[in-house]
């Protein structure tokens, strides 16, 4: 078992690949491994486990990010299903300020992505009923949650499929304001 960690074109933001291991009784995957993710982890703790479902094809769950000082890293990875799993760059002097990347996340493929402190996550379901498993570096703090719209033209996020469903909040967020500088992380 082994993981491979690509960095992508926003600093801190990764892609890691576990083998996943089939036979006749079905896969096996190495989901988390302190050792093998020292490197991006850095001394973080993962303090909180999440789990979401989402039915419908091309809902949009994001882009969330928390405030510092409850900024957190997150590690992603896709249960059941499929995603393409989106991180944005707000880091204030970051050189991919308002850039985001994206990859597909599958058990399949095996991938997990990393999102560091600074960025925004969301996703879009490319299969009906995809799970999602979270880790996460700090707690979830409400109050000091912070988001961008699925459809912000400051970033542009070109999402593969039409936006089919979307909680209240996120359809509500506001846009990002002209005189927005970036995170101090
Ligand atoms: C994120 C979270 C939500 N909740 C509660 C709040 C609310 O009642 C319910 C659903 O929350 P939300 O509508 O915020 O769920 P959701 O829109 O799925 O939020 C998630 O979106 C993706 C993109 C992420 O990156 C996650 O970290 C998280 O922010 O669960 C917790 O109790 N703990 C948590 O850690």
Redesign the pocket.
């Known amino acids: 078992m082994s993981m491979r960690i690509l960095a992508c074109e926003i600093d801190g933001v990764y892609q890691v690949e576990s083998s996943v291991v089939a036979d006749s009784r079905g896969r096996f995957a190495r989901l988390y491994c302190e050792d093998e993710l020292a490197a991006v982890l850095m001394q973080r703790k993962i303090v909180?486990v999440?789990r979401?479902l989402t039915h419908k094809c091309g809902a949009v769950?994001?882009?969330?990010f928390q405030y510092p000082p409850h900024a957190e890293m997150?590690l992603v990875r896709c249960l059941k299903g499929r995603v393409w799993d989106v991180a944005v760059d707000l880091r204030a002097g970051s050189p991919t300020f308002l850039k985001w990347t994206a990859c597909e996340l599958s058990p399949e493929n095996g991938r997990m992505m990393v999102i560091q402190e600074g960025c925004a996550?969301?996703?879009q379901v490319l299969e009906p009923d995809s799970e999602l498993l979270?880790l996460h570096t700090a707690a979830?703090t409400p109050e000091s949650e912070g988001a961008v719209r699925f459809d912000d033209p400051a970033v542009a996020i070109v999402w593969p499929l039409p936006v089919s469903e979307l909680?209240e909040?996120?359809r509500n967020h506001p846009l990002l304001d002209k005189s927005f500088q970036g995170l101090m992380i």
């Open positions: 909180q999440n979401s769950r994001g882009l969330h997150k996550h969301g996703f979270y979830y909680s909040r996120d």
